[in-house]
């Protein structure tokens, strides 16, 4: 991307509704799990951005396509006089749900909010130096040096209303990992195209539609009323749309596919998903807590490393554990992101003599036992694959203990740093490496490195991930990703297993593409007559 030396206008790209509803449409929308939260700022996870994307919305929002859109920003740019200013206009005549005006105000406070150290957001906002307001209507966003992909970050980094955080004591985020409960976690005041009707955390949150939202006459604004159900159990949510119960289900199972592809007034959209699936391993402490060798840590050795990637079959998991719908790599991005090469795409095939022939070389010929931790209710069939894993650990003497919950008690032994070998998923809403890196590459800091579960910390490849924020050169700024690759697959941090394919079920009457990012932005959903 080629930063740009003017403000320039940015065409919107949502469609007028081209049909037209005789009644109101209430939409019964189900997944596997629920929205960890309604603070906007808590937690950066797939399905509590989903939820957030309908009350709250973003300066740039992506559409149905993932391509970013104009939102509470009509256009963006970098300034004609700083090239390390981005210079925002702001959309005129947006409400809050409550009626308060939006304005730059609420758009400072809000990433000021959302760079705060209990926030899972402030990776994507490190290179930020001051948010500073410019009459009502006008942002600045400086940055430490020129950053050519700013805007990209922003598509998640929701607006919230100064007054009501304020009035309800939710200046800063609410700590997840502790627990911590505050009005914002529970409560929502956005300007999107949903107002939150009633919430209850695991079993059904309800939302209307805004009938003063800014975007009526912009998109289809079909649906009326959203009754969202987390449906954990994999056959209950089935058997929740083929009874007519649900409307919409994000997850069916591949097991499910062609009976739900083949049932009387359904069908199955499906699409290649912006994420990976992978697991991560402690290689950095000297010793581990979740193992049985004592005074060691079996992950520090490379070849132990080498060995577990040569036991985990990747083709195997595909036939049999994702019936063919997920595709095999050997490295943790998809191929949507910039720094993405078919080089770094090719994964070794399972060997398990030499796999074996590793683990003596590295002095564990005799295996050793460890534990894994792994969500039951976030991906396709996560649970299944970890039970692959156990089996294929198996092979070359590693006893692995899994360990199978909720992704609300998963995640933060993850970002809390007590899990030396687990199973996570990473979606690059930016598309591009960086992202990945400030999450998962960089030393745990302050302002990065927040799932950096492997504890793999290396200051030279600190200052390279650190440069790409600022570097304009783009043919450098690439190399520069292409040399933190490399370092990582060396190193092997991680096992990557596959990129999701995602699978939507719905009824035949609802026209409704598969977004990339697994999002649905029910806004653009249109029915049929």
């Known amino acids: 991307m080629k930063s740009r030396s003017m403000i320039v206008s940015v065409a919107a790209a949502a469609l007028l509704a081209t049909t037209t509803l005789a009644t109101a449409e209430t939409l ?22 989903a939820l957030a994307q309908q009350i709250y919305e973003p300066l740039i929002s992506p559409d149905m396509e993932a391509k ?34 939006m304005t730059a105000e609420d758009v400072v406070f809000s990433f000021n909010r959302a760079k705060h150290e209990s926030s899972d957001m402030k990776e994507l906002l490190v290179t930020i130096k001051e948010v500073r307001a410019d009459g009502d209507y006008t942002v600045e966003i400086e940055t430490d040096g020129p950053n050519p992909i700013l805007p990209n970050n922003l598509t998640n ?33 956005g300007t999107g195209p949903f107002v939150l009707e009633s919430r209850e955390p695991d079993t059904k949150t309800v939302l209307k539609r805004n009938d003063n939202y800014w975007g009526i006459g912009q998109f289809p604004m079909e649906v009326t009323q959203i009754n969202y159900t987390p449906i954990q159990n994999a056959a209950t949510r089935v058997a929740a749309l083929l009874s007519g119960e649900v409307d919409l289900i994000q997850d069916v199972p591949v097991q499910d596919l062609s009976r739900v592809a083949n049932a009387d007034g359904l ?39 080498q060995a577990m990637s040569l036991a985990l079959d990747r083709d195997a998991i595909k036939q049999v554990v994702m019936r063919g719908q997920s595709a095999p790599t050997g ?7 910039n720094g993405w090469t078919e080089a770094l795409d090719a994964y070794p095939k399972a060997d398990v003599a030499k796999a074996q022939a590793l683990m003596a070389e590295a002095g564990y010929g005799d295996g050793f036992e460890i534990t894994l931790h792994c969500p039951n209710d976030r991906y396709v069939n ?20 899994l ?47 927040s799932w950096n579960g492997t504890r793999f910390s290396n200051g030279d490849v600190d200052a390279m991930i650190q440069s790409l924020g600022s570097d304009t050169n783009i043919a450098n700024r690439d190399a520069t990703i ?48």
């Open 331 to 337: 490295v943790i991005i998809p191929p949507f992101v």
């Open 28 to 49: 019964n929308w189900a997944r596997a799990g629920d929205s960890l939260t309604l603070d906007p700022h808590s937690q950066n996870e797939g399905p509590t951005h």
């Open 267 to 305: 069908k199955v959209e499906n699409a290649a998903q912006n994420r990976t699936i992978f697991f991560g391993i402690n290689s950095a402490d000297d010793d581990l807590t979740n193992d049985n060798v004592e005074g060691k840590n079996p992950f520090k050795d490379l070849k132990v490393r």
């Open 403 to 449: 360990v199978a919950q909720t992704k609300a008690n998963h995640f933060p032994l993850i970002s809390g740093k007590t899990t030396d070998f687990y199973l996570l998923g990473w979606g690059v809403p930016t598309f591009d490496s960086e992202y990945v890196f400030n999450f998962l590459v960089h030393s745990t800091t302050d302002d990065r490195g």
């Open 382 to 401: 996560d649970e299944a694959i970890c039970q692959a894993m156990v089996g294929m650990m198996a092979k070359i003497g590693i006893d692995v203990n």
């Open 482 to 529: 292409g040399k933190i690759w490399k370092v990582v697959q060396d190193e092997q941090l991680y096992l990557p297993i596959h990129n999701q394919v995602l699978n939507w079920g719905m009824k035949d009457g609802i026209t409704f593409p598969v977004q990339p990012e697994d999002q649905p932005h029910f806004k653009f959903m249109t029915f049929g007559k």
């Open 157 to 189: 980094l929701f607006i919230m209303d100064k007054g009501w955080a304020e009035a309800n004591d939710v200046v800063v985020p609410a700590e997840f990992d502790d627990g911590e409960e505050t009005f914002a976690v529970r409560n929502a005041n």
């Open 68 to 101: 970013p859109i104009p939102s509470l920003a009509t256009s963006w740019g970098v300034s004609a006089d700083n090239p390390n200013v981005w210079v925002f206009k702001l959309r005129e005549g947006v409400k809050f749900h409550d009626g308060a005006d």
